[in-house]
């Protein structure tokens, strides 16, 4: 003979809850991996010769805990929500020559946490280059994590809001 166990709710041994049931068979499980944000640019953005350059963004396409800040651009750690992350980002600029560096990082609090891998232009002028750059980092409550780009290609360039995104999300603690 089989037997039955009913609950409407399932804890871990420190009383979090993991699952729910609304008793007619919806179940709604805890979302370890929040917040979650996807940033969003409407227009272009002009990029200084040698600088390095705040990627502004003015939307977002998700972001659970409202935890990325469209006025400076940055993701902020909200209450609660320390532990380990994974950010990507990916932006387009275009111009570059032979032997010109186009860089892509990311700050945590204002200072380098990772940046791509400095690239070079083969021997060809104008070119445009799409680069990628990700990481996995330690966050506490309140820590900031903006996406910066460096060129220096001889003069400003404008990278290209439809190629251009910055996005993460909490692993876990």
């Known amino acids: 003979m089989a037997g039955i166990i009913k609950v409407n709710q399932y804890q871990d041994f420190n009383g979090n809850t993991l699952f729910t049931s609304d008793g007619s068979g919806k179940l709604t499980t805890q979302n370890f991996n929040t917040p979650i944000f996807e940033a969003t640019k409407s227009a272009t953005q002009s990029c200084a010769h040698n600088a390095t350059t705040l990627i502004t963004f003015d939307g977002t396409n ?6 990325f800040n469209t006025t400076d651009s940055t993701f902020v750690v909200p209450t609660g929500k320390a532990g380990k992350y994974y950010f990507a980002g990916q932006s387009e600029c275009p111009g570059a ?3 010109e560096i186009i860089q892509l990082q990311m700050n945590k609090n204002g200072s380098i946490v990772t940046k791509s891998l400095e690239r070079q232009y083969a021997a060809a002028t104008n070119q445009t280059l799409k ?3 990700s990481m996995i980092v330690d966050l506490a409550v309140g820590d900031a994590i903006d996406f910066r780009l ?4 001889g003069g400003a360039q404008n990278i290209d809001q439809t190629e251009t995104f910055f ?3 909490r692993i876990g603690s």
């Open 62 to 67: 998700f972001d659970t805990d409202s935890a």
């Open 131 to 133: 680069i990628r750059t």
């Open 150 to 153: 460096f060129q220096n290609s």
């Open 97 to 99: 020559d032979a032997g």
């Open 167 to 169: 996005r993460g999300f």
